[in-house]
């Protein structure tokens, strides 16, 4: 998930770079997120597994379900089995669970997990982002908007998001919080 700018609000491509004359964006444009596939489908298949706790799901019944394609699928699972956040059994009987309870695994983990940096700048790091002159601050705002969506993401597990039927750890207060969004 990382700050992306291919087209302007109307749906044109933007050519050259955000924010300036030859991008073709105005003051108080919109710069939209981005989520990658590999994030929402990591996402979408750690809850369809969660939801069944008692046994465990196949690659197929997950992307049937979520209407992932099968292949992607295999390899983000791969991704998320390699992150400890599912573990696996070969065989008939075999198929995914969770590596961790619900209740321990956050947005923030399954995005690390499968896109690495949460928010990049042309594939680098904000860490050590650093401009000369007038530009000198704008580091300092790709930082904050990158912790401000780690703290949302990190502070978003999957039982919280998950239908209160299926959720038997989660809190009086996850419930309420799931009511209000």
Same mark, same amino acid.
């Given at each position: 998930?990382?700050? +992306?700018?291919? *087209?302007?609000?109307?749906?044109? !491509?933007?050519?050259?770079?955000?924010?300036?004359?030859?991008?073709? /964006?105005?003051?108080?444009?919109?710069?939209?997120?981005?989520?990658?596939? *590999?994030?929402?489908?990591?996402?979408?298949?750690? /809850?369809?597994?969660?939801?069944?706790?008692?046994? !465990?799901?196949?690659?197929?019944?997950?992307?049937?379900?979520?209407? #992932?394609?099968?292949?992607?699928? *295999?390899?983000?699972?791969?991704?998320?089995?390699?992150?400890?956040?599912?573990?696996? +059994?070969?065989?008939?009987?075999?198929?995914?669970?969770?590596?961790? !309870?619900?209740?321990? #695994?956050?947005?923030?983990?399954?995005?690390?997990?499968?896109?690495?940096?949460?928010?990049?700048?042309?594939?680098?790091? /904000?860490?050590?982002?650093?401009? !000369?002159?007038?530009?000198?601050?704008?580091?300092?705002?790709?930082?904050? #908007?990158?912790?401000?969506?780690?703290?949302?993401?990190?502070?978003?597990?999957?039982?919280?998001?998950?239908?209160?039927?299926?959720?038997?750890?989660?809190?009086?207060? +996850?419930?309420?919080?799931?009511?209000?969004?």
């Amino acid at each position: 998930m990382f700050p +992306q700018c291919t *087209k302007d609000w109307t749906g044109d !491509p933007v050519r050259g770079t955000c924010g300036s004359p030859r991008a073709g /964006l105005r003051v108080g444009h919109y710069v939209r997120m981005h989520i990658s596939a *590999k994030a929402d489908y990591a996402t979408r298949a750690l /809850l369809e597994v969660a939801c069944e706790p008692a046994r !465990p799901l196949t690659c197929e019944a997950i992307a049937s379900s979520q209407q #992932i394609p099968f292949r992607f699928l *295999k390899s983000v699972v791969g991704e998320l089995r390699r992150a400890g956040l599912v573990r696996s +059994q070969r065989g008939c009987e075999g198929g995914y669970w969770l590596g961790r !309870p619900a209740d321990e #695994i956050t947005l923030l983990d399954v995005s690390r997990a499968v896109d690495g940096e949460l928010i990049t700048l042309r594939g680098a790091p /904000l860490a050590g982002l650093d401009y !000369p002159g007038p530009a000198s601050g704008l580091p300092d705002v790709w930082r904050r #908007i990158e912790d401000e969506a780690a703290a949302v993401l990190s502070g978003t597990t999957l039982a919280t998001l998950l239908p209160a039927a299926t959720d038997e750890h989660a809190t009086a207060e +996850q419930f309420s919080r799931r009511g209000a969004a």
